[in-house]
């Protein structure tokens, strides 16, 4: 009998061995998340006396009430939606500037071209950890502390989108470009009505990887957002942990990291082509 | 490379550069100015005036032993974390390979950690192991072994390592497997013919034609330990105990925001700029050398 899975792939106890590796790999992958989940199940009592149980209990909406309505410092729903704005705003903003940079790079001919390209080939090197301490007297000096425009600004200035988009608008037909031009059509006509249509899987993959990445945010926001009710949620967590020896508030400390996770946890698994997609263009 | 068809017209495009430029001028170039600039003074103690000291603040770094064992502690760091998370990515991503059906099934689970931020997965571990009330602490303990990362340098890097590794597994196992599904089966299975068992073949053949994958993958990641692991060790250890597990980019920050010291922090950020521009030019290198495969 002639199969898809040829000679090298056998059924049989081989096949069951490589199930067997795989479940393994997950249940040391998952461990640590199924632990914080059960952990915002349970009462801080049963925590405190260790051994923790291993299965859920009774208080999942007690905890995850108590977080997202009063939080620690603040309250958890709060800190989502400020995640949420700055993810956002990252992922927006970073998208429309790259997006009209690349076009004006690839479709025009201007004077100071090549030296804009190598300034913004410079960003790509220089992550906002290595330049926190200026970035940060900056953000002070415009008065940006605490606001949404300092979480998201600085945070843009980075190139990988503008070079992914300058190469996707390389590999578009001239032609297109040509027969907009005899046809008379203005070259933003040419951007709105044939390349942004033409650039949607880009744009929607792009975006996956952004918002993750903003909603992942720590340091810098650490840093500028003073106030607990501009603390974002992967930042405030941290803060919910008392300073000095008093025992910090386990179930709700953990629900929120269940919270934390949900919104990119569904970006990445509802988008998954798209993510993998993204993922290997931004490396590119 | 250059388009054929071009739109006439200067305003316009200058225009369209014209957020970007702003944006990166502001809150990259001048900064990034900053740095270098800063890390040739010294702040006086009033923080008043600043004084020239020229490469002084380097010298002075160089010569720090806290500073040198920081490079030696990102050093293991980053190979502990690259090695432990790729070994990990390339075993499940060669069985996942294995399977006909149900690779999907096994993808989609083990996205997961992706999406998990490097100080979340910081704060899960330190739930773990944490001194109270760490269910592994507490099983470690029935077992004989007195946890204490707080304490011990050694298990406070273990601990560090294992969460960042772990966040990473997810990358490295998307693109090993996509690595693995672009070997040709033919060849495989020719081996397979030639009475190659599994392996061997993997030996001779799999891991050769992986290597590109393997290469980029080295890169990436010693940059992901470098710069994105600061929220795992910010929430699991502060850079503790005793600077056991202060890596450099934490260093900067404990340095310039917790010490105020600004021209030593700055002159490490100066450091930082090279060592990622030389890691980057590494990875342009390999990339372009990729394209003409």
Redesign the interface.
């Known amino acids: 009998m002639i199969t ?6 056998k059924r049989g106890v081989g096949h069951w061995f ?2 067997l ?2 479940i393994i ?2 249940l ?6 199924w ?2 989940f059960v ?1 915002s199940t349970v009462s801080q009592p049963e ?2 006396r ?3 149980p ?1 299965l859920p209990g009774d208080q999942f909406f007690e905890n995850y009430r108590k977080a997202l309505v009063s939080g620690v410092n603040a309250p958890v729903a709060w800190m989502m939606l400020n995640s949420l704005i700055m993810a956002l705003g990252i992922t927006i903003g970073k998208i ?3 997006l ?2 690349a ?11 090549r030296l ?1 390209f190598w ?2 080939f410079l ?5 906002v ?11 002070a000096n415009f008065g940006m502390l605490n606001s949404y425009s300092g979480l998201i ?2 945070l ?4 990988t989108a ?1 070079f992914l988009f300058r190469q996707f608008f ?1 590999t578009v037909p ?1 032609e297109l ?2 027969a907009a ?1 005899v046809d008379g059509a203005r ?2 006509r ?1 951007f709105w009505d044939i390349l942004l249509p033409m650039s949607r899987t880009n744009i929607a993959a792009l975006f996956v990887i952004l918002f ?1 990445y903003g ?5 810098w926001p ?2 500028i957002t003073t106030d607990p009710s501009m603390n974002t949620i ?2 405030g ?2 803060q919910m942990f008392p300073s000095g020896d008093d ?1 910090a508030d ?1 179930p709700v ?2 629900a929120t ?1 269940i919270l ?2 949900i919104p ?2 569904i ?3 509802s988008m ?1 082509k798209l ?2 997609r993204g ?2 263009d931004s ?2 | 490379m250059e388009k054929r068809v071009t739109f006439k017209g200067i305003w316009l495009p200058l225009l369209l550069v014209l957020p970007q430029m702003l944006v990166t001028a502001v809150f990259f170039f001048y900064p990034a100015g900053q740095a270098i600039w800063q890390s040739l003074f010294i702040p006086d103690p009033f923080g008043l005036s600043m004084r020239y000291v020229g490469l002084g603040n380097f010298e002075y770094l160089l010569s720090n032993p806290y500073y040198r064992a920081s490079f030696v502690t990102t050093a293991v760091f980053s190979i502990l974390v690259t090695v432990l998370s790729m070994g990990v990515a390339l075993y499940l991503a060669v069985l996942a390979d294995r399977l006909i059906k149900g690779s999907g099934v096994y993808r989609t689970l083990l996205i997961w950690p992706y999406a998990v931020a490097p100080a979340v997965a910081g704060v899960l571990w330190l739930f773990m192991f944490n001194t109270r009330v760490g269910v592994v602490t507490w099983y470690l303990g029935v077992l004989g072994y007195d946890w204490n990362h707080v304490l011990n340098g050694e298990e406070a890097m273990g601990l560090v390592v294992v969460a960042s590794a772990w966040g990473r597994i997810s990358y490295n196992f998307l693109f090993f497997l996509a690595g693995l599904q672009a070997i040709p089966r033919s060849v495989i299975e020719a081996a397979a013919i030639d009475g190659a068992r599994f392996w061997t073949r993997f030996r001779t053949i799999v891991w050769p034609l992986l290597s590109p994958t393997t290469f980029f993958l080295l890169v990436v990641n010693i940059v992901y330990a470098f710069f994105e692991t600061f929220g795992v060790i910010h929430t699991i250890t502060s850079g503790g105990p005793q600077q056991a597990t202060t890596i450099l980019v934490y260093k900067v920050y404990a340095d310039g925001f917790v010490g105020q010291d600004l021209g030593s922090s700055a002159a490490q950020s100066v450091i930082l700029l090279l060592i990622v521009g030389a890691l980057t030019v590494l990875q342009f290198k390999y990339i372009e050398r990729r394209v003409h495969y």
């Open positions: 898809r899975e040829g000679m090298v792939e490589t199930h590796g795989l790999g997950l040391f992958i998952f461990f640590p998340i632990l914080a952990a925590i405190v260790p051994p923790m291993l429309v500037i790259s009209l940079s076009f004006a790079i690839v479709y025009f001919k201007f004077p100071g071209r804009f300034l913004i960003t790509l090197m220089l992550p950890e290595v330049r926190i301490v200026p970035t940060y007297e900056v953000v600004f600085p843009i200035a980075s190139a503008t390389m001239d470009a040509e031009r070259p933003m040419f993750i909603w992942n945010q720590y340091l650490l840093l992967v930042m967590i941290k025992i386990w400390i953990m990291s934390a996770m990119p946890v970006v990445v698994i998954q993510f993998i993922l290997v490396e590119k």
